[in-house]
């Protein structure tokens, strides 16, 4: 069907939100710098704020719009795949599969341009394992979410006892690897996801089509010339793509996936997370976490990870105890 | 279009529900399967509309195969209709009509005047063009069964397998209904449906399916099979048959 109205409001109404956010999270810090004086700046006029706003802070901020932006779609993805709403990477194993990936590299002394990599492998590995064990029925939720589950346990416990054998300075790097955080990072980060995110445009436009079927059973999927299974090995592919290359980036910023596809989904009434809007709504979550894990204990800066976790367990409460209905 | 099954096998797991059976649906009729419970009805339309696997045997399509036939082809021109479609949840009724038209669609072309209007003309046949704005999920059972129709004949193929579209329906609706898939028939389309009611069966179909364990016992015009012999081979229940005061039908009535 044609894109709803109400879609279309709604994904401007976030779009704009997010733009004030932006430059609101480019004013404030130590020195606080007036929106005139950002917009100066970032149009281009000599100011006297051109380090602090174009150096420091604006590759921060175009990185959480990105990381946002990847995760809530990748979150879309997945959870629109599985028909349920707990079915998000950080939950069915594939950050904790990049997490495992990435200590490993980071306590045996390997090169910082393998860590990256490392973890993009953990993340794939990690769920194709959790797909084959959920294929084996044909994807049915429950089932997949539950082997998703039990891989994400175990992958953190298997974390915990390498860096905990490990020795404590680098126990110490994997944990704040492991708690996703923007601090120190920017252009190189942003490059890649923003690459990631370009080839992998046409794929988008495919998947906001074929995610129509999604939420129909295999049989009428079939009967209107669907072939239910591989487009949904198709359309989970993308997720996972994005999210375990995501988390190789900026380590685990929990929870976005989860959180903003679902808030999307209700704020445009529609069945199934819509791709665009999730998009929008992760980045908005993360340019909102990142000031906030900024701002809040300052001059500490708390990982953004932190601070989108401490949003998401009451989220997923709330989840679970809707759910009964 | 002319649907032949020949020395068919299927089943689920280890189980066949049905070994080397052999049935023609000839073009441009309504066809009426019927059969008591868990005789393999539903496993037969099912394989007939390639949504499961054939074991042995096949299916052709106008003399394809209609399971080597790449399936979006096959979907321009076979729609069917599952016997309890999953409802998702929160689509309006308007949409999940659109989604009949996804056959006819691709991502790069993803909606034309054309699905706009066919969307239209099966809600206004199927009844439903009042609801388009309502959810599926929170209509009645015959409302939904209904809208399903209407997604069906949105895909506008020239042949349609329906599995008991009158469930949930009451008797009105159900008339209704059976009504609809005699036009579609008179505009030329070939129709399947199973039906558990074999007085209308027996008034609608030009050609009748009768089956038991996943055998077809009988098939043939109503008129020339359904006797009283049929009902007590195929339901095991005693009968008179006595012609339809109204259409001169076979008219079973329970002895
Ligand atoms: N999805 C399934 N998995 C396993 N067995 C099934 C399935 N669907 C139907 N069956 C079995 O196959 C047989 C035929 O079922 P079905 O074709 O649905 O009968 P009908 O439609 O005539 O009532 C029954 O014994 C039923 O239990
Ligand atoms: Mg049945």
């Known amino acids: 069907m044609r894109v709803k109205g109400r879609t279309v409001a709604v994904s401007a109404i976030i779009l704009v939100l997010l733009v004030v956010a932006f430059v609101v999270a480019l004013c404030l810090g130590k020195p606080y710098v007036a929106p005139g004086d950002v917009l100066r700046s970032l149009f281009g006029e000599v100011t006297p704020y051109d380090v602090v706003v174009q150096r420091l802070r604006l590759p921060r901020v175009v990185l959480a719009v990105v990381v946002g932006a990847c995760f809530g779609v990748a979150g879309a993805l997945i959870q629109s795949v599985a028909r349920n709403p707990l079915a998000s990477p950080d939950v069915v194993g594939i950050t904790q599969g990049a997490g495992l990936a990435a200590t490993i590299a980071l306590t045996s002394g390997a090169a910082a341009v393998v860590i990256a990599p490392a973890a993009l492998g953990g993340g794939l590995l990690a769920a194709a394992v959790v797909l084959g064990l959920g294929a084996r029925h044909g994807l049915a939720a429950q089932r997949f979410v539950l082997a998703g589950v039990a891989v994400a346990i175990a992958l953190r416990a298997l974390t915990e006892i390498v860096m905990l054998t490990a020795e404590p300075i680098d126990g110490q790097r994997a944990h704040i690897w492991l708690v996703g955080t923007l601090a120190g ?5 942003t490059s890649w996801l923003a690459i990631t995110l370009l080839v992998l445009l046409p794929v988008l436009a495919w998947a906001g089509w074929a995610l129509r079927t999604s939420a129909l059973d295999d049989d009428t999927a079939k009967g209107l010339g669907v072939r239910p299974v591989a487009r949904r090995a198709g359309l989970a592919a993308v997720g996972v793509l994005l999210a375990a290359m995501v988390t190789a980036q900026v380590g685990a910023v929990d929870f976005v996936a989860l959180v ?18 999730a998009a929008l709504t992760g980045s908005l979550l993360v340019v909102l976490a990142d000031l906030a894990g900024r701002l809040l204990f300052a001059p500490t800066q708390l990982p953004a990870g932190v601070i989108t976790a401490a949003i998401g367990g009451p989220y997923l409460l709330f989840l679970l105890v809707r759910r009964k209905s | 279009m002319k649907l032949i099954a020949r020395d068919l096998s299927a089943g689920y797991g280890p189980r066949s529900v049905f070994e080397n059976l052999g049935v023609e649906l000839p073009a441009g009729a309504f066809t009426v399967i019927v059969g008591p419970n868990a005789c393999g009805k539903s496993t037969l339309l099912r394989t007939l509309a390639r949504l499961l696997p054939v074991r042995h045997g096949s299916v052709l399509l106008d003399g ?5 036939l790449p399936t979006r082809e ?8 599952p016997q309890s479609p999953l409802v998702p949840e929160g689509v309006t009724v308007r949409d999940l009509v659109g989604r009949g038209r996804q056959p006819h669609q691709s991502w790069w072309r993803q909606w034309s005047d054309q699905d706009s209007a066919a969307v239209h003309e099966a809600m206004g046949q199927a009844g439903v063009g009042d609801l388009a704005t309502r959810a599926v999920d929170q209509l009645s059972g015959g409302q939904r069964q209904r809208v399903w129709i209407a997604m069906t004949l949105a895909q506008q193929t020239e042949a349609l397998l329906l599995d008991e579209p009158t469930t949930f329906l009451d008797l009105a609706h159900q008339v209704e209904v059976l009504d609809l898939l005699g036009r579609m028939r008179d505009d030329g389309r070939t129709v399947v449906a199973v039906l558990h009611d074999l007085n209308q069966a027996a ?5 009748l399916v009768a089956m038991r364990d996943g055998r077809v016992v009988a098939s043939g015009a109503p008129r020339e099979i359904v006797t009283a012999e049929l009902v007590r081979n195929v339901f095991g229940l005693d009968c008179v048959v006595v012609p339809c005061p109204v259409t001169g039908a076979p008219l079973v009535v329970p002895a």
């Open chain 2, 74 to 81: 096959v979907a321009r021109r076979l729609g069917v209709l």
């Open chain 2, 64 to 68: 394809a195969d209609i399971h080597s």
């Open chain 2, 203 to 207: 008034r609608y179909a030009d050609h």
């Open chain 1, 185 to 189: 990072r920017g252009w190189t980060e």
């Open chain 1, 260 to 277: 903003a596809p679902q808030v999307a989904r209700r704020l445009v009434r529609a069945e199934r997370p819509p791709l665009i809007a």
